[in-house]
């Protein structure tokens, strides 16, 4: 069975909501829609204080070519157009709607009816791209990056092939598995709208053994679609990175920086993201509600709810049986590369996969001892790294020999701090290490 050669380790697992169904979650009183949900420019709000909106109303506009338009989830009145606390703790513009009725625009599809690629002969490859750029459809994964860019690939980079990200390797985390087990051909439509979109004729559906029921279940839908392959994988965490899956899936490595993953023929979807472009090209339906997983040891009701985006936190784990006494941490994604939450009063955005509720008792860092030069951090390491001596320069704000180490290849993926047997902050150090390096990166280009 296929994994990538390089490093990895294998936290719990915990998938404590994986047998529990999607189930929608109830609208909120009030919705708040932050005009920062995607990676580029923000959107710019084209609503104001007074004005009334549908489910599916253009809210913000996008900003630039790599940004995304954001639309209304809910319907009622526009409440104000103004900063907002959003999940990274800061203050940032976002469109507050108060909540009246569920009326939707007329023009999107809410039927049930499976609507198949043969049934729309007159799409084209542009109009995927446009009607996906149209729908403010961002990668679901967790990065946000705004899909129609990556359908769009620079020029002379060719794509060879679609890989579908279905590994869902963070523990607790199981969004992405039950819509597999409850969408499966819409899914499979999504991946051949991608694959038309960017003129390939062979695509994959990477999916972890952990879930040998969607194993099952795509390979036995992908059979009628036989430019369409499941592969499964062995289960070794960040195998859900993109660099990672593409190794696993077709045996190619993505060079480091500034290369793309399109220099090795792939482009990877998220599963969630083929399930946004299947209703956004086939239902006229943009991107307003997402599934989330709300899960922890400690949770009454461990759940994946169909969730309008701009729910307050607060409200999705009441309605998992409220937060539990002995809530330690709560964080936004999972438990690997999500991050801790300030308030739950903040809003779920298009990048909200998971809510994870952490007790005390495992919430706590232990206290970080010295570093034993044991090496662990670098063999677990799948960018081949050496997490030590870069979380090292970084504490010593030496940002040079930062980027001579090649600290932009970090994916951030928490393996290094996970295995280190000192406990030692080294993910903490280097994100703010990758994050300066590529300021300076950044402001050298331009000058």
């Known amino acids: 069975m296929k994994t990538f050669k390089l490093g990895g380790v294998h936290p719990e ?13 109830a609208l909120p009183k009030q919705a708040v829609f932050s005009m920062f949900q995607h990676i580029g420019a923000p959107a710019n709000p084209v609503v104001k204080k007074g004005d009334t909106v ?48 569920d009326e939707w625009e007329d023009s999107i599809d809410r039927s049930k009816d499976l609507v198949k690629l043969n049934d729309r002969p007159e799409l084209d490859g542009k109009a995927i791209v446009d009607k996906v750029k149209a729908a403010g459809i961002v990668g679901m994964g967790g990065a946000t990056f705004p899909t129609h860019v990556k359908l769009c690939p620079p020029p002379g980079k060719v794509a060879e092939c679609v890989i579908v ?32 979109a960017v003129g390939v004729n062979k695509g994959y559906i990477g999916i972890e053994n952990n879930k040998p029921d969607a194993i099952k279940l795509m390979t036995e839908h992908a059979a009628k679609y036989p430019e369409i392959e499941v592969v499964p994988l062995k289960v070794k965490y960040p195998q859900g990175g993109e660099k990672q899956l593409i190794d696993a899936v077709i045996g190619r490595q993505v060079p480091a920086p500034p290369a793309l993953p399109i ?27 997402r599934i989330i997983t709300v899960t922890g040891k400690s949770v009454k009701q ?44 903040v809003p779920m955005t ?30 677990a390491c799948p960018m ?26 970090c994916i951030e993926c928490g393996s290094c701090q996970f295995t280190c047997p000192s406990h030692r902050p080294l993910l903490d150090r280097i994100r703010v290490g990758k994050a300066t390096v590529m300021g300076i990166i950044r402001s050298r280009s331009q000058k």
């Open 13 to 25: 697992e915990n998938k404590l909501s994986a047998a529990s169904p999607i189930r929608g979650a």
């Open 54 to 101: 549908k489910v599916g109303t253009l809210l913000g506009e996008a900003g630039g070519f790599v940004s995304a338009p954001v639309f209304s989830s809910v319907s009622g009145t526009v409440n104000k157009v103004d900063v907002a606390l959003d999940a990274s703790g800061l203050r940032r513009m976002a469109v507050t709607v108060d909540v009246e009725g």
């Open 165 to 196: 990200n279905a590994v869902e390797c963070e523990p607790y985390l199981t969004a992405d598995h039950r819509l597999m087990l409850e969408h499966p051909e819409e899914v499979l439509v999504g991946l051949q709208l991608v694959m038309k």
């Open 263 to 289: 220099d090795t023929g792939a482009i990877v979807q998220n599963v969630g993201t083929c399930f946004a472009i299947y209703e956004a090209v086939m239902k006229n339906k943009p991107l307003i509600d």
């Open 302 to 345: 461990p759940s994946n709810l169909l969730a309008r985006l701009g729910t307050p936190f607060q409200q999705l784990i009441d309605e998992c049986g409220g937060l539990p006494e002995d809530t330690g941490k709560i964080i936004g994604g999972g438990p690997m590369m999500g991050k801790a939450l300030l308030s739950l009063e």
């Open 350 to 379: 298009k990048g909200s996969s998971g809510l994870l509720i952490m007790p005390e008792s495992e919430a706590r860092r232990a206290e970080a001892q010295p570093c034993i030069r044991c090496a662990k951090c670098v063999g």
């Open 384 to 409: 081949g790294l050496e997490p030590y001596l870069l979380a090292r320069m970084s504490e010593q704000f030496d940002w040079e020999a930062a980027e001579q180490n090649d600290i932009p290849s």
